[in-house]
């Protein structure tokens, strides 16, 4: 089964290379066709590849672990404020037309760190500082991705050491980011999302099947588990109504057409491709009902009254997370969207689809809500799927708990000599692949373009840009590919020497520490983009000097990093959930004091 998996997964990625062949882009394409969009991305493939982004490893390791241990209520949080947090990036995004038409007509930056500059004089050192503090994050959290895939492959390959496992999902990351730019990655993620869907379905039927079979008892928290893994699918089924992937055509040569402009013929791999996902939209659907369905087998003969009482007990358990440790649960879904490089990107790519007019306006205003309205109740949905996902694994297995449950639940599922347990085993090894690739594609391509547009430019000399910017190309793409692949190998080693000097478990403490210090460095500007969202857009930040906004900036990421190296060095658990409350207390304190010391100038 295990070989039939690995055949099934290599053909699983051989197709999702197909639209990175179309996209491919020659070598004297303009920056922004690479960095931007190299087609009129269509919304639904902007939705998809948003949530597939979203749907991390980061997030399945740890919810995986609270699932088994039936602590529901810190995965319910994380999943409601990351769909609150979500909607505040819309409520941004939808003023940002003017700010995204003005860099593409200039060929400058379009990013959230350009955007910070623009508040503060157009000072290039905070513009330098939070795009390096975004390159950390993004680099960090795609090591971190495949740090969880080897992970879990570790009880099914013991003779591969992981390091090699990471290299090759770092070099399987590059070939599918490389080759076609941001639109080629928008569209194999977009694509992915549907295959994480079929694996995480499957697997979870084939799951159900183990548990009706062996008649295993069913525990308050398993029930609730099962009942709200088949509303999720119920949702599921009605609003997306079989259309789980976009199966629009490729276009490779929309970004240089006009927009009102015919479409390019995609040729035959572009059709491969989209009848590919066809199929995998209705086998979502199938499966999504089957899981319905075993629930439904599952839960009748205990009666609709015990079923409810079972679920509510549950949902009374207390979480077993610290005050502290559940503020930092809530702040940091509720804040990250924002200030996430990645988002800023690919809505970056549909404002070029939206002419710089009231018309375009009013269609950008109406595309952004409903690509967000479905990118934030999906993402929570998702999300709290992981969670069920971990109970119902637990409970048809009887994995006993410990500090490495989930590759436990792995090496059970590799030694039972059974077609189900090698199916649901074959169906989550395509499914955290997927679910890694898709992230770390997106997240290097935002890396690459935050050195392209705010790094590399800080260090060419004030004649050369202007230079360059009048000829749409402010530095070539060979030294921004450079720069990406020597940073990311020095993160690599590094990060492979923390993590065994530390004993780091993906579903433990250690990981959740390393996924918090990446984070803190992105969060580390959430204070200066917030002022934004909630005031008027006429307003913005102005008034408060680039001196305060790099207090600002460096304060914040010094005190959500330190407190995660502290715990790290020391292991104690309230340096580890004081790591985002400190990062987010410390930056508004500073933009607390400079906003005073404003006010007070003024008056």
Not at 127 to 153: D, H, K, Y
Not at 384 to 389: A, K, P, Q, R, V
Request: aromatic share 10%; with cysteine.
């Amino acid at each position: 089964m295990i070989f039939l998996a690995l055949l099934a997964l290599a053909v699983c990625l051989g197709v999702y290379f197909l639209p990175i062949g179309v996209l491919h882009l020659r070598a004297s394409a303009k920056a922004q066709y690479y960095f931007v969009a190299s087609e009129r991305t269509p919304p639904g493939v902007i939705q998809n590849s948003s949530i597939a982004y979203a749907v991390k490893m980061a997030i399945f390791g740890p919810f995986f672990a609270l699932g088994a241990i039936g602590d529901f209520w810190p995965a319910i949080l994380v999943s409601a404020f990351l769909a609150v947090g979500i909607y505040l990036f819309g409520c941004l995004c939808r003023r940002m037309l003017p700010f995204f038409h003005a860099a593409f007509q200039t060929q400058r930056s379009f990013t959230l760190h350009e955007f910070i500059a623009q508040q503060h004089g157009q000072d290039s050192r905070v513009r330098l500082v939070a795009a390096s503090l975004s390159v950390f994050a993004l680099f960090g959290l795609t090591i971190c991705e495949a740090f969880g895939v080897a992970t879990m492959l570790q009880p099914i390959t013991p003779n591969i050491p992981n390091y090699l496992i990471l290299l090759a999902m770092l070099l399987l990351t590059a070939l599918y980011t490389l080759p076609a730019g941001n639109s080629g990655v928008m569209r194999s993620s977009q694509a992915q999302l549907g295959m994480v869907y079929l694996a995480l379905f499957g697997s979870t039927a084939l799951l159900l099947y183990i548990l009706m079979a062996t008649l295993r008892r069913m525990t308050p928290h398993a029930t609730l588990a099962l009942l709200l893994a088949a509303l999720i699918c119920l949702v599921m089924l009605c609003y997306r109504r079989s259309r789980y992937v976009d199966t629009g055509p490729l276009d490779p040569a929309g970004a240089s057409a006009p927009l009102d402009a015919a479409a390019a013929p995609e040729g035959s791999g572009g059709r491969l491709f989209r009848r590919f996902n066809k199929i995998i939209n209705v086998w979502v659907s199938t499966l999504a009902v089957v899981v319905i369905v075993f629930t439904g087998m599952a839960l009748y003969p205990r009666g609709a009254v015990t079923v409810l009482s079972d679920s509510a007990a549950a949902l009374q358990a207390s979480p077993r997370l610290s005050h502290l440790g559940l503020i930092a649960l809530v702040l940091l879904p509720l804040l990250y969207p924002i200030v996430d490089v990645a988002n800023w990107q690919r809505f970056a790519a549909l404002a070029r689809n939206v002419a710089p007019d009231s018309a375009g306006a009013k269609i950008w205003a109406a595309a952004v809500g409903r690509i967000v309205r479905t990118f934030a109740a999906e993402t929570a949905l998702v999300s709290l799927f992981l969670c069920m996902f971990g109970t119902i694994a637990v409970v048809a297995l009887r994995t006993p708990a410990g500090a490495n449950i989930l590759q436990t639940f792995v090496q059970q599922l590799s030694v039972q000599q059974n077609w189900v347990a090698g199916g649901a085993l074959s169906f989550l090894l395509i499914g955290v692949v997927m679910i890694a690739v898709s992230t770390m594609s997106v997240a290097f391509s935002a890396g690459l373009c935050v050195l392209h547009y705010d790094i590399l430019p800080a260090f060419q000399p004030r004649s050369a840009l202007e230079d360059a910017y009048s000829t749409a190309e402010a530095i070539g793409k060979q030294p921004t590919v450079t720069a990406a692949i020597a940073l990311g190998l020095i993160m690599f080693a590094a990060f492979s020497l923390l993590a065994a000097q530390l004993q780091i478990d993906f579903t433990g403490g250690g990981f959740v520490a390393l996924v918090f210090a990446f984070c803190c460095a992105q969060l580390a500007c959430a204070p200066l983009v917030v002022g934004r969202v909630m005031g008027d857009a006429s307003q913005g930040l102005a008034g408060m000097g680039p001196g305060w906004a790099l207090a600002v900036l460096g304060v914040g990421a010094a005190l959500g990093i330190g407190a995660a190296a502290i715990y790290l060095a020391t292991g104690h658990d309230p340096w580890l959930w004081a790591a985002i409350p400190a990062c987010l207390g410390g930056g508004f304190l500073i933009f607390g004091i400079a906003r005073l010391q404003a006010t007070k100038a003024a008056g």
